[in-house]
């Protein structure tokens, strides 16, 4: 008897007389569960890296030729086009809680911006509201949330009348989970009456988009293209015509945003090329030797790091639907409380369990024609993440102010270098809207 069939007699026998544990059981994909055992607890294999890769290349954020202007003078009409046709929709990854900040609700409740304390959901919201008025169409919004923080979500959005979107804009759905096992396979119990779950990781956003309904929603709009971006960072472009126009024109399944990185182990997936396949390598996985090598203008090679912001097409999200493709699991060695044999509960102090994680960037390889297009970080990201120092929330708010203020100088807008600023994304989405008054 394998470990899959040993623990399906296993939790069989144990929810015999537990409601709850039985349900959870029932919904178990012991497939999915073979596959993810395969990948991570057979092979013991964690974060193989692949044998020959080297610097993916990127469009740069300027363009640096006579084509490329060109182009891009073209991708931004043709971004504009879509918004117009209602061709385009948001989508945010939303789980995370607010632990790391000291705050305790769902982290996109949190206040964030320097004068008015909007939350990071608010200033999504005023954004997509902006962009929807500006083009005179509707722009709907879908969040993912964790089967923990779902509740409160939907709850603080009904409370504030969804921010003006309107409810039938805003589609709101959990992310799947996966059971913890220990290292030999077993399922762990969190509770004589519960598995120990965890959620499957951002890859699962994928899967999430299918199960919810969210796809078929979509396609019943006419929507065609997503723009992924996280919960955290408030100063993402939430819907970018040039970015949505170039993905576009180029044919791309999958578009990314790159950064450079501050240094060689900033913590920042690292964009690689691996044949004709574009891939990331988490900074976590990329070898010393790699990550310090320079190129021959003595910058850093594996310099363009993700800010998780992409673009994916509809169709391309289907094909996860029926099988046609699908992410790998990943083996995340971590302290997991459980109940031991005698049913007492352990609360380990070193990594004692398996967690299997699907990581939304492993869709890349999977894309055809995917791209890559560098960002300018003071514009585009500063994430909200700690609760001091490197990306928290004080450091967040001055580049938001810094920001704000570049908006204005570049406006002819006339302030005190000593004020602190916002900007309402509502009234400005983008800074070309400043500039215009």
């Known amino acids: 008897m394998d470990i899959i069939d040993t623990n399906k007699l296993r939790m069989q026998e144990l929810a015999a007389s537990k409601p709850l544990l039985a349900q959870q059981v029932e919904a178990l994909d012991w497939t999915e569960l073979e596959a993810a055992f395969e990948e991570c607890i057979f092979k013991k294999e964690e974060n193989g890296l692949p044998e ?46 607010g632990t790391r900040l000291g705050y305790d609700g769902p982290k996109g409740t949190f206040g964030v911006s320097p004068i008015k304390n909007k939350t990071l959901f608010q200033l999504f919201a005023e954004q997509i509201l902006g962009m929807s008025e500006k083009h005179g169409v509707v722009i709907p919004w879908y969040i993912m949330c964790s089967p923990l923080n779902l509740e409160a979500t939907v709850s603080h959005f009904e409370e504030r009348e969804f921010y003006g979107l309107g409810e039938d804009n805003l589609k709101f759905f959990a992310q799947g989970v996966m059971p913890a096992t220990d290292f ?140 046609e493709i699908k992410l790998p699991y990943h083996r995340a060695e971590k302290k997991v409380a459980h109940l031991d044999q005698a049913g007492e509960l352990v609360e380990p102090t070193e990594p004692n369990a398996v967690k299997f994680e699907t990581f939304v960037f492993d869709a890349l390889p999977l894309a055809k024609n995917p791209l890559i297009l560098e960002a ?39 302030f005190k270098e000593s004020s602190i600023v916002e900007i309402c994304p509502r009234a400005f989405p983008d800074e070309e809207d400043l500039q215009k008054v």
């Open 52 to 97: 020959n890769y080297g610097p993916a290349s990127y469009f740069p954020l300027n363009p640096e030729t006579p084509e490329h202007k060109t182009l891009y003078a073209q991708a931004f009409d043709h971004g504009e086009t879509l918004i117009k046709g209602g061709k385009t929709a948001a989508f945010t990854v939303a789980g995370g809680q």
């Open 184 to 323: 030999e396979g077993n399922l762990l119990l969190a509770s004589e009456d519960s598995l120990a779950l965890s959620p499957n990781g951002h890859g699962g956003s994928l899967k999430a988009l299918i199960d919810s309904g969210s796809i078929a929603d979509m396609a019943s709009r006419g929507i065609e293209h997503l723009s992924y971006f996280q919960v955290d960072n408030p100063l993402v472009s939430a819907i970018n015509p040039f970015f949505i126009g170039l993905h576009d024109l180029k044919e791309s399944d999958m578009s990314s945003r790159s950064i450079t990185k501050t240094g060689p182990f900033e913590k920042l997936g690292n964009f690689v090329a691996i044949g004709d396949r574009v891939s990331i390598i988490e900074y976590s996985d990329l070898p010393e030797e790699k990550a310090l090598e320079k190129d021959a203008q003595a910058r850093i090679k594996y310099r363009a790091g993700s800010p998780a912001i992409h673009v994916l097409r509809r169709d391309f999200v289907e094909q996860f639907a029926n099988g």
């Open 376 to 414: 300018d970080r003071l514009e585009e990201f500063s994430p909200v993440k700690n609760r001091t120092g490197v990306d928290s929330l004080e450091s967040s708010q001055a580049d938001q102010i810094s920001r704000a203020k570049r908006w204005l100088r570049n406006a002819g807008v006339a």
